[in-house]
């Protein structure tokens, strides 16, 4: 087995199989090892330019779905395509790495490879794309629908107040929304952290009055 058929297997696992021959050839063209990441709560994804003597590196969180899986990855091979050109002359996420992004997620729109509430709320998103995905509550919010069926709850849907679960044993308070997220009180350290509201929590209590 050649290293682009022992890539199509791996990657058949984790994207929608169309997009699998394009994304073989990109990784044997632009020479990056793609590592497949345990769940990270607080990225998707991430893009390393090459050391000496070292392959440019792109991580995907493993439990994502299929789309979002794709999304990422692509969003990532645009940071690299973008470096290769410009290296660190500009912004990480400027109109340079925009158009990249959306230059490399065409062919998957040629291909029809999403459903059409994805199709729709991507179209959306890239006229204008944001460092992550994530930070789109809409495009968040649809591509979420293809998640597997899971015991968490979005926080978005829990009461103000309530103790819930996330990441590594930490234990949070609920609290008010401030613009787009809602601030959360970290119960061990007393910090606040702002959180998407479609994090995936485990409610442990009841809503407590503040």
Known sequence: MTQIERNKSILARYIPEPAVPLISEWIYAYD????IKKGRSSKYGDYRPPLPHTN???????DLNPYAFLVTLVHEIAHLANWQKHRDKNKPHGEEWKQEFRKHM????????FPEDIHTALTRYLQNPAASSC?????????KKYD?????????DIPDGTIFLF????HFRKGQKI???????ELDTHRKYLFNPL???????EALPF
């Open 32 to 35: 990056f090892k793609l590592k």
């Open 56 to 62: 440019h590196h792109i991580s995907v969180n493993r």
């Open 106 to 113: 065409q062919p998957f729109f040629n291909l029809q490879i």
């Open 135 to 143: 930070s789109d509550i809409h495009l968040l919010r649809v591509l």
């Open 148 to 156: 597997k069926p899971s015991s968490s709850v979005f926080l978005e």
């Open 167 to 170: 990441g590594r044993g930490r």
């Open 179 to 185: 613009r787009k997220r809602f601030c959360c009180l």
């Open 199 to 205: 994090s995936e929590v485990h409610p442990v209590a």
